[in-house]
């Protein structure tokens, strides 16, 4: 089976796994070929059924990016159910007895999946707000801005012993239990896949949502399966942590976007330390360096220098880790690259360019971070930035 000509027919009777595949077809078909509980993990972004009836422009009466595709369209909620009953029951085949899914979704769709997912037997572990820090505006004014999106995590049944790794989950949260609560921005600036100017994909999700995803609740090696996998980011996230990957898309166009996007990404430099998040500072209060692009201070591909040398570099990845040529690591990992192999404190190694002029040590980054109060929305944090103002701006989903 080539990688590039992946279609339900090339696979082999349901005996064979395609792994580190995108499959291209409708995942009710492809489910039926696929070899039974042989994935540990699902995460499914199906469509929404936004049901938009109109076309939503701004104030200035310029029209919004909305999503208003083929795919997201459905004759009824009737219709809907029968599609979602359909695909779900797919992913319970295909899932080990142990295995554990996880379905995004907004209020336009996930009542309706979370009530199919439990008549089929699935048994709910949490159900996770990621809260957005840049939504798309309520342009209208007619209701509140919708800045979340719920994802319910289910196990395959209540007798699963599903996977949840509790000491790497700690590290999203400065080494505290992880909380329902995902504060996250959407996926814009170079992480979103652009041709031509225009968006690839309208509801492309950011890799940082992914990552916990996957770190939580797989383990290396792991099968991870996405059946409406649009642009491929849980591919090129699982590929990062080390992970296997399955996606179906329908979309050829998308395919060949995520397949692009997939072979360009490299595996962690070592896996471990990135999964455990062991990029705390020694002392002085903790802050994973991935805080300071959740929170938009840095961002994905702005450049740190290493000890003020504009000669040795490292570019910061959307999910807070650093990259350096073929290498990608925490702040203190790709530091020794440039220390032959000594240990050092990355936050007093590495220098980003100051809005006023010149290189300033991200230690001051991280002590900003620090006196920012933790949940508060982006808009009312001091503009800080490195003059970053498109995170400001919403976005649709
Ligand atoms: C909400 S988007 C997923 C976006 C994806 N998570 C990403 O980050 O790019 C849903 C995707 O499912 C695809 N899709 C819709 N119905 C499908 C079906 N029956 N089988 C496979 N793909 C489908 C659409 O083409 C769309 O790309």
């Known amino acids: 089976m080539t990688d590039q000509h992946t279609h339900p027919s ?20 492809v489910f039926a070929e696929l070899p039974a509980e042989s994935v540990d993990l699902i995460f499914a972004d199906p469509p929404y059924n936004l049901q938009l009836r109109q076309e939503l422009r701004r104030p200035n009466n310029t029209l919004v990016d ?31 007895k142990d295995g554990s899914i996880w379905v995004i979704g907004s209020y ?13 037997g699935f048994w709910f572990l949490n159900d996770v707000i990621w809260v957005k820090t840049n939504p798309m505006p309520n342009f209208r004014g007619v209701r509140m801005t919708n800045a979340h999106e719920t994802l319910i995590w ?65 383990r290396p090696g792991d099968v991870v399966l996405d059946p409406f996998f649009g642009s491929g980011t849980t591919g090129a996230v699982a590929k990062r942590l080390r992970r296997h990957w399955i996606g179906i898309e329908e979309s050829e166009e998308y395919v060949a976007a995520a397949r692009s996007r997939i072979a360009a990404v490299v595996p962690s430099l070592t896996l471990d330390e990135v999964v455990l998040g ?42 807070g880790l650093l990259q350096c040529g073929e290498n990608e690591g925490s702040i203190h990992q790709i530091a020794r690259l440039y220390t032959g192999g000594s240990p050092c404190n990355g936050w007093d190694h590495w220098y980003y360019e100051s809005p006023e002029g010149g290189l300033a040590v991200i230690d001051d980054l991280r002590r900003m971070a620090l006196a920012m109060p933790v949940h508060a929305p ?20």
């Open 10 to 29: 090339d696979l082999s009777n349901g005996t064979e796994l395609p792994l580190d595949e995108a499959i291209i077809g409708n995942c009710v078909d």
């Open 66 to 96: 909305a999503v208003t595709d083929a795919w997201d369209q459905f004759a009824s909620f009737a219709d809907y159910d029968d599609f979602t009953r359909e695909w779900l029951a797919g992913c319970r085949r295909v899932l080990k």
């Open 108 to 120: 336009h769709n996930i009542y309706r999946v979370g009530a199919i997912m439990q008549d089929l």
């Open 154 to 218: 289910a196990a395959k049944s209540e007798r699963s012993r599903y996977t949840y790794n509790n000491q790497a989950a700690k590290s999203f949260n400065e080494g505290k239990q992880l909380r329902s609560d995902w504060t996250l921005p959407l996926c814009t600036g170079s992480e979103r896949l652009r041709a031509g100017g225009r968006k690839v994909h309208s509801t492309q999700k950011p890799e940082a949502l992914l990552e916990r995803v996957l770190v939580v609740s797989s």
């Open 278 to 319: 062991n990029d705390a500072k020694k002392s002085g209060p903790r802050l994973p360096f991935r805080r300071l692009v959740e929170y938009g201070i840095l961002k994905s591909g702005d450049t740190l220098y290493f000890l003020r040398d504009r000669s040795r570099s490292a570019t910061v990845t959307s999910s």
């Open 378 to 397: 982006l808009c009312e944090m001091p503009k800080i930035a490195i003059g970053h103002t498109d995170l400001f701006r919403g976005e649709p989903i």
